[in-house]
């Protein structure tokens, strides 16, 4: 019974149920659990495939140079000023400290399972990122005469993916809290459908500023950054993906797509 309940469809009725299971929002092991999947996989490939073009000095880390020379070369005040303050917002102590608030008002309101994936997703990613930097070993963009000198190592970006993992989470949880969601929507007046292309675009604005930020100022390359950006992706997908998938198992009823 055990090997026949764990082979695959064998006629294409059962094949149909199955197909229609994954897609069903209404079981744990259905479209979302699909679509999570689906979304780790695919940034995992993407980085993946930067990741490669590192270690080999491929041709994207001949564009990175370019890219980091053309902005050394052009960087002007104030902006330099400006951005600074806002790379400095992102750096591993201030996005600890805005997921601390962000956890403080989680506990708070007994999310228990967003609790448990903030704390999976955020420290969680970080730590990897501080691996992998030491496991790919990359120096960081080098100028006659830098805007900001660092000694760690460049990929993926720390302060970028700290930005991702946080905006990521942030925007998850708003759009899956009713009352928030409502309130938002009346304040905005465009209903769900705007109140979630104002947050998912604020959240993409976040990151891609934080993103420009590190370029900007020789700290890193554009494949450090986009590395980071996918990475954290694929982090946030998975835990999310699993905790939301396992609450909905034991517990139903919250919605989390």
Request: charged share 10%.
């Amino acid at each position: 019974m055990t090997e026949r309940h764990l082979s695959a469809p064998r006629s294409p009725g059962a094949f149909k149920r199955f197909l229609h299971a994954r897609l069903a929002r209404d079981h744990h092991l259905g479209l979302p659990l699909s679509t999570g999947l689906l979304a780790v996989l695919a940034t995992a490939l993407l980085f993946a495939l930067i990741a490669y073009e590192v270690h080999t000095h491929g041709a994207l880390t001949r564009l990175d140079q370019q890219l980091a020379d053309w902005f050394n070369q052009r960087a002007f005040s104030p902006l330099t000023e400006l951005v600074l303050g806002y790379t400095h917002l992102h750096g591993t102590i201030g996005v600890l400290v805005m997921g601390g608030l962000l956890l403080r008002h989680m506990v708070r309101a007994r999310q228990w399972p967003w609790v448990i994936d903030l704390l999976l997703v955020l420290p969680g990613g970080m730590l990897l990122n501080y691996l992998l930097k030491h496991l790919f070993a990359r120096l960081r963009p080098s100028f006659e005469d830098p805007l900001l000198v660092l000694h760690s190592y460049s990929f993926p970006s720390g302060h970028t993916i700290g930005a991702t993992l946080l905006y990521t989470m942030l925007a998850a949880y708003l759009l899956n809290q009713p009352a928030l969601s409502e309130a938002l929507s009346r304040r905005l007046g465009g209903g769900q459908r705007g109140v979630q292309r104002v947050v998912i675009g604020a959240a993409l604005l976040m990151v891609a500023l934080t993103a420009f930020s590190r370029v900007y100022l020789g700290a890193h390359f554009l494949s450090d950054v986009l590395g980071a950006m996918l990475l954290g992706t694929a982090w946030f997908a998975l835990w999310t993906t699993v905790v939301f998938t396992l609450q909905r198992h034991y517990y139903g009823g919250t919605r989390s797509n």
